[in-house]
């Protein structure tokens, strides 16, 4: 079967650094996206990754491992606006887009 | 990316009633929108891929009598969910891929549906 595994919930303090891991195991590999929800809202995009390597956006960088199933959200200077959940996405080969349950990030003061 | 809106943004109903729910792409003219389900705590549930112009394709499980789609327009795609009960009590949400490449999905901002 097709699986994403994320952690349920992470803690980390105001102007740390956090990384948020996905793993995956789908039929294919298409690309990994990268998304935050805030509660109550609908998601919205942060990156996007096809080829193994960092991309970096600002605070936000996305790494993936194709050869590892693997990928990280690493969030810089964090601020208490990143409170959220964040959910991991891989396209399989059927171009379908497979979703994590979501990891939901504490931010302490 | 692109710029999708729904419409209305949260709806309560008696059971057994109809409810529309809209979906708009505001700024990208989108021959796919999807529709997706989201419990409380719990991860995205894809229900179905709307196509324009043609039949929705349903994920399995997802009834294709109690959840209309019809995606009539380039622009406009609707979810109906006919007799609602409690259970359906969710939020409903639905994407479009924008100009983003590599098939990026950009979601409306939601329609919570209670049920009473």
């Known amino acids: 079967g097709q699986n994403i595994d994320q952690p349920t919930e992470m803690t980390a303090t105001e102007g740390a650094i956090v990384q948020i891991n996905c793993t995956y195991q789908?039929?294919?590999?298409?690309?990994l996206f990268w998304y935050q929800q805030h509660a109550g809202e609908a998601p919205t995009f942060l990156s996007y990754n096809v080829l193994d390597g960092l991309e970096e956006k600002g605070r936000f960088s996305s790494f993936l491992s194709r050869s590892k199933g693997y990928s990280y959200l690493l969030l810089k200077e964090l601020q208490m606006k990143d409170s959220a959940s964040y959910l991991c996405a891989v396209k399989d080969s059927n171009y379908q887009l497979i979703w994590g349950a979501g990891t939901k990030l504490i931010i302490k003061p | 990316g692109a710029v999708v809106s729904q419409h209305p943004s949260w709806v309560i109903c008696k059971s057994g009633t109809s409810v529309k729910i809209e979906c708009r792409s505001l700024d990208f003219q989108a021959t796919t929108m999807f529709w997706y389900r989201q419990f409380p705590k719990q991860s995205l549930m894809l229900m179905a891929t709307?196509?324009?112009?043609?039949?929705?394709?349903?994920e399995q499980g997802v009834e294709k009598d109690k959840f209309l789609i019809n995606h009539a327009s380039l622009t406009l795609s609707t979810l109906t969910v006919t007799s609602a009960h409690p259970e359906d009590s969710s939020f409903y949400i639905c994407?479009?891929?924008?100009?983003?490449?590599?098939?990026?999905?950009?979601f409306g901002p939601g329609t919570r549906l209670t049920v009473l």
């Open positions: 709307s196509n324009e112009g043609s039949k929705a394709t349903y």
């Open positions: 789908t039929s294919g590999f298409n690309g």
């Open positions: 994407s479009q891929t924008g100009t983003g490449g590599a098939d990026t999905q950009y």
